[in-house]
């Protein structure tokens, strides 16, 4: 079977899957179509206050997440990018996501950190690393703000999960695996410098930094869905966390470009149980278009921070290319 024959069966089935899950879980809505036509159009249309304000928090989300990974990058030694910098890269890798393989927007990051003028062994690593802040800090948050359940479970096994990580590569057998690693692939001794010197402190930092932006996430899907089903606002606490269980549901389904499909059925099933199912399934469709428009605003920004811009501070790892 040719190359391009395995692409075209690999996309379809992802495709496929896409629509088997996305079907399922809108279904569980029993949204009937009858009760769509009868909404009017004033129930399609959100208030605009707190939308507007559910925006300019997201947009502190996205471009704290950004900062956060030039943070990253400073404590692992690799450099520290001019903002404009961090910010044109940390985006237009972010498109990344939309195609289909959660490999994309890592691959897309090290090519443009390269023609930066970064490390992109080192600037890839601080993103995954930023990634896996962000996720665990988002079971810990889905697990307060659902604390029954799965929820708490995840929260658990993934701040467990950490500690244990960390405790391996301090110790004295981590060390030897660390060594054995470096001895038998060469070219993974970078790697295995940046994971091995990460600190502990380091690490909690990052950990805290990304809970914060959950907490504003969390307060920003709040407003949006308040914009559109002001009575949301009586279940603050369930609210935000089903922003953090679409979102870990929607990373979880690697076959999904950024979730698509699954995010927003089970953002639909999630919400239902606090507003009318024809109201969730307009929150859950709307909040796709709410999340990559205010996504895309730091892109349209870059030419106001055209005066930023500059040359990183660099401070490589030995034998980083």
């Known amino acids: 079977m040719s190359e391009r024959r395995r692409r075209l069966l690999l996309r379809t089935a992802q495709l496929l899957a896409v629509l088997v899950v996305s079907w399922a879980l809108f279904r569980t809505l029993g949204v009937r179509l009858s009760e769509l036509k009868a909404l009017r159009g004033a129930d399609w249309r959100p208030a605009a206050a707190p939308l507007v304000l559910s925006s300019v928090l997201l947009l502190a989300v996205y471009l704290a997440h950004a900062l956060l990974w030039r943070a990253v990058m400073a404590d692992l030694g690799v450099g ?24 994309w927007q890592v691959a897309g990051l090290a090519v443009l950190a390269s023609r930066a003028g970064l490390p992109p062994v080192g600037a890839t690593a601080a993103a995954l690393f930023g990634q896996l802040a962000f996720l665990v800090s988002g079971a810990v948050f889905l697990a307060v703000a659902m604390p029954t359940g799965r929820g ?18 301090r110790c004295a057998a981590g060390q030897r695996l660390a060594e054995a690693l470096r001895a038998r692939v060469p070219r993974l001794g970078t790697v ?43 279940h603050l606490r369930y609210v935000a966390g089903t922003v953090a269980a679409s979102y870990l549901g929607g990373y979880i389904a690697v076959f999904a470009p950024a979730g698509i499909g699954v995010r927003e059925g089970l953002m639909g099933v999630l919400l239902a149980d606090v507003m009318p199912a024809p109201a969730a399934l307009v929150v859950s469709l709307a909040s796709r278009l709410w999340f990559t428009a205010v996504e895309l605003l730091p892109l349209l920004a870059l030419p106001a921070l055209r005066g930023h811009e500059g040359a990183p501070e660099r401070n490589p790892i030995p034998g980083t290319p």
């Open 152 to 169: 708490a479970v995840a929260g658990v096994a993934a701040l467990l999960g950490v500690i244990a990580s960390l405790w391996l590569l």
């Open 192 to 234: 295995v410098d940046l994971v091995t010197g990460v600190r502990p402190g380091h690490a909690a930092r990052w950990g805290v930094a990304y809970g914060l932006t959950w907490i504003l996430l969390g307060g920003a899907f709040v407003l949006f869905v308040i914009s559109f089903y002001p009575d949301a606002g009586g």
């Open 80 to 103: 520290r990018p001019a903002v404009r910098t961090t910010i044109r890269l940390y985006f237009l890798a972010s498109l990344g996501r939309y195609v289909p393989g959660k490999v």
